[in-house]
């Protein structure tokens, strides 16, 4: 069923980039609007410099100017600055707007992809627990998050489709979001350069009618969810001993912990985001919680990158209370 | 016209009167041929990674030897040739002849900075040797510290230890602009050249040693597991990110401040006026070599760092285009009422306006936050730089050769020839370039070895047209070869311009001036 999506694959000579996000057109407006203010611009100066090469050869014997005033020299320099500094500001302001609109988490509750980049493979998994490698499969119409992290080198995830990069960095949790419109296959590069496969770390983003991903993920979705394998984890490797239940006098409850700010034993505070969580599991010594002692075990070399990212995001599933309330407490 | 009796070339013919000597215009001569050297070899790189490129498999070399070539073109062209390019050869040269000094304030430290070069090249030839580097220029961590199996630590001591060559040079470019300008040469009746390489060396002392100790760590990291970058270890990547471009933002403009002196001692010669808005020009070097220092965040738009350093970093190098903007409304200006003369110098001085102008016009969209989330690590970017550092600074730097050649050597070349030359340069360029940005439009990634087919046919004309740029390289070697065996004398002053490098002899004295000039009115006094 997903089959009937491969015969609209990019091919051939393009000489515009397919549109497939809402965001493309947005910024292919602001593109083209940016290429027109060059052009003018580079089109005037070469007119000037082939007006005056023409006019003022040497072999011309055309009347010379006596040159142009001091004053109206500054001024025209005064005011070709003036002029493009507005220019530029209001081209910096567009820009910058778009950019805080595309590139700020919209929050709530998305469709959320997880992504763990390694050399030279892109590993998903979606919200029912459906994982694919080199392909990812999305609906159009909806709002998608993707939560991208790197097991090894710097990666960066690129679907020019959809106007869309996002470096995947060790240790940080970085998000982007878009909204698909159009069904077809699009391409997915790694645009970080990351070693021998860098150019061969590709696959493709597969856009499916609403009703089309449900039935796909439906048929693929077997297993938990992330964030039910990030519960069964943190039982699992014993977290919860400490920091769920009767045992929190040793460690902090992290029931709402996730993107709030945590008081440090080293008097400062760091939000608990999600290179924050990381660190707390592999490097415990790095960020002690106020009032606690240093005696949490690292959990480096035992777990795996996908697991950490489970349990991260069990964690920012939780809201304050939540394990108050399941207890019946 | 004959050449005077005595000057400094036949001053001493032993292979010792050139590797002692203090004379910094043999020096400069030396720097020449280092990074002619180099420059081949980078180019032989850029050679092969364009013919690899002629189709979409990865089938000419495997994918460790693709990553290779680019990484050592990179590495060859940005610290071998590009860094050194104009202030180690011309700077060298016309420095003290434009200020009516003797010679550099510190002769010595000025031949110490060559052998420093030297062994910093021996480094880097060594690593290529030993197998090569593979981390690209940038040497982004972990990558570099960590995974990469190739010459890492011999390559980042290469750049490491040429850092100290350039830092010397500029030191020595600095001291000298203060303190050994001919009685009458105000700082307001410099040269243009004069004022673009004193920004160059103040850009050099500041920003080089960020990088030297940013190598250092990586080096400090590979070696001996030092947390720095590594996240296993409690480190962070885009730290070294910010360290390098906090030196490599500010060498971009390393790489094209001197191109811009050049390019207005050119233009004021051939079209015969005063340079237009003289005050202003210089303002906007020295503006330009201070933005450069609070931009380096904008490559890293989609790294990861904090939305609002993007939004600051943004506004800045929007903010830096405007002083290289006024620049070219000021060359442009300066034809006004001229009367051109259409030279090799001059076209590839007009050369560089257009290319500059659109290398630095597609920097203003890739400053566009929103449109660099697309364009960002794609062939747009390569097309960009690649307009701002061959287009700008190697047609300016070949441009200055042409100009100052008489003087250096005392011999004239070929007219017609270097026209052709000039020519072959420009359209050569254009075919090689202008379709990087299509392809990075198209999305395109750079440091590809394969890639979908669709992108084909413009990497083949790119290829096609870094054919007939490799003429507009390889024609100067011939018919300057030609030239210093067999060429005419040149005369004092062959193109009759201003200057006080043009009031002595071709080639000149070893000290340079047998009386010390004075200076009466301001530069560019044509007309």
């Known amino acids: 069923m997903a089959d009937q999506y491969l015969d609209t694959v990019e091919k051939g000579l393009a000489l515009h980039p397919a549109q497939a996000s809402t965001s493309a057109a947005q910024v292919d407006a602001l593109f083209w609007v940016l290429v027109a203010v060059c052009a003018a611009l580079v089109l005037t100066l070469v007119g000037l410099v082939i007006w005056f090469s023409v006019r003022y050869r040497a072999g011309s014997d055309r009347p010379r100017p ?184 040793r460690a902090p409850r992290l029931d709402g912990i996730a993107g709030r700010p945590v008081v440090l034993a080293s008097g400062g505070t760091v939000i608990a985001d999600g290179a924050y969580l990381r660190d707390s599991i592999l490097l415990p010594q790095k960020h002690v919680v106020a009032g606690y002692e240093p005696v949490m075990p690292s959990y480096q070399g035992q777990i795996g990158e996908d697991e950490i990212l489970q349990i991260v995001t069990y964690l920012q599933s939780l809201s304050p209370g939540d394990w108050i309330t399941e207890s019946g407490g | 016209m004959s050449e005077p009796e005595t000057h400094y070339l036949n001053d001493g ?50 994918s460790d030897t693709y990553n290779k070539l680019f990484s050592a073109h990179g590495i060859v062209m940005v610290w071998f040739f590009l860094v050194p390019s104009i202030p180690a050869t011309m700077g060298n040269f016309l420095l003290p002849l434009m200020l009516g000094a003797r010679d550099l304030a510190f002769p010595k430290l000025n031949l110490l900075s060559w052998y420093i070069f030297t062994l910093g090249g021996l480094f880097t030839m060594t690593a290529v040797i030993a197998g090569g580097v593979d981390t690209g220029w940038t ?96 480190g962070d990547p885009l730290l070294f990110q910010h360290l390098f471009w906090f030196y490599s933002h500010p060498a971009v403009y390393i790489m094209i401040l001197p191109g811009m002196g050049v390019v207005s001692e050119i233009i004021t010669c051939f079209a015969r006026r005063p340079i237009f808005g003289y005050t202003g020009m210089v303002i906007s070097i020295m503006a330009i070599a201070l933005f450069g220092f609070i931009v380096w965040g904008h490559h890293m738009f989609v790294a990861g760092q904090s939305l609002y350093a993007g939004i600051l970093f943004s506004f800045f190098t929007f903010l830096v285009a405007v002083p290289s903007a006024i620049k070219t409304l000021n060359w442009t200006a300066t034809l006004y009422g001229g009367r051109i003369r259409f030279t090799a110098p001059m076209i590839y001085a007009l050369s560089f306006l257009g290319l500059f102008t659109i290398g630095g016009l597609t920097g203003v969209i890739l400053a566009s936050l929103a449109v660099d989330i697309h364009l960002h690590d794609t062939y747009f970017v390569t097309a ?144």
């Open chain 2, 13 to 62: 013919w032993t292979l010792r009167s050139w590797l002692l000597t203090t004379d910094h215009k043999r020096i400069a001569w030396m720097y020449f041929a280092t990074i002619t050297a180099f420059f081949f070899i980078g180019g032989l790189a850029a050679l092969l990674v364009r013919l690899e490129l002629l189709t979409p498999a990865g089938d000419m070399v495997d």
């Open chain 2, 139 to 234: 040497f982004y961590t972990p990558y570099s510290t960590l995974f990469s199996n190739s010459a890492v630590v011999l390559a980042a001591s290469g750049v490491f230890v040429v850092g100290f060559s350039s830092i010397l040079t500029g030191l020595n470019f600095i001291v000298t602009t203060h303190k050994m300008r001919a009685p009458g040469l105000t700082w307001m009746r410099l040269p243009l050249f004069c004022w673009a390489n004193y920004a160059t060396s103040l850009i050099m002392v500041l920003a080089t040693p960020v990088l030297s100790m940013a190598l250092l760590l990586i080096v400090l990291e590979r070696a001996l597991g030092i947390g720095i970058f590594d996240p296993e270890l409690g």
């Open chain 1, 66 to 249: 006596g040159g142009i005033p001091d004053k109206l020299g500054h001024r025209i320099e005064l005011g070709g600055a003036a002029g493009l500094t507005i220019a530029f500001i209001a081209l910096f302001a567009w820009a910058g707007s778009l950019y805080l609109y595309l590139y700020r988490d919209p929050g709530g509750d998305l469709l959320t992809i997880n992504v763990i980049a390694k050399q030279w493979m892109w590993k998903l998994q979606h919200p029912n627990g459906a994982r694919e490698i080199n392909t990812l499969h999305v609906p159009t119409g909806q709002r998608v998050r993707l939560r991208i992290t790197s097991q090894d080198v710097i990666h960066s995830l690129y679907i020019p489709a959809f106007r869309l990069k996002r470096d995947a960095v060790p240790r940080l949790y970085t998000t982007a979001w878009f909204e698909a419109t159009e069904p077809g296959e699009y391409h997915l590069f790694c645009a970080e350069y990351c070693g021998t496969d860098h150019s061969r770390m590709r696959g493709k983003v597969v856009v499916m009618t609403p009703q089309d991903y449900a039935d796909w993920a439906q048929e693929n979705g077997e297993g938990e969810s992330p964030a039910r394998a990030g519960e069964r984890l943190f039982t699992a490797y014993g977290c919860s001993g400490c920091h769920r239940g009767d045992g929190t006098v």
């Open chain 2, 384 to 527: 960009h730089f690649h307009y701002i550092m061959v287009g700008g600074m190697v047609t300016a730097y070949l441009g200055g050769l042409h100009f100052w050649w008489p003087k250096i050597t005392g011999k004239l070349y070929s007219g017609p020839w270097s026209i052709v030359a000039a020519l072959a340069l420009f359209i050569g360029f254009n075919l090689t370039f202008f379709p990087q940005f299509l392809l990075g439009f198209l999305g395109m990634p750079r440091r590809y070895h394969a890639y979908p087919e669709e992108f084909q046919l413009l990497h083949v004309m790119s290829t096609l047209g870094a054919g007939v740029l490799a003429v507009g390289y390889l024609l100067p070697m011939v018919y300057f070869g030609w030239s210093l065996w067999r060429g005419k004398p040149a005369g004092d002053n062959p193109w009759d311009a201003t200057g006080l490098e043009w009031r002595t002899t071709s080639p000149p004295p070893k000290h340079n001036f047998v009386d010390t000039p004075t200076v009466t009115g301001r530069p560019y006094d044509y007309v």
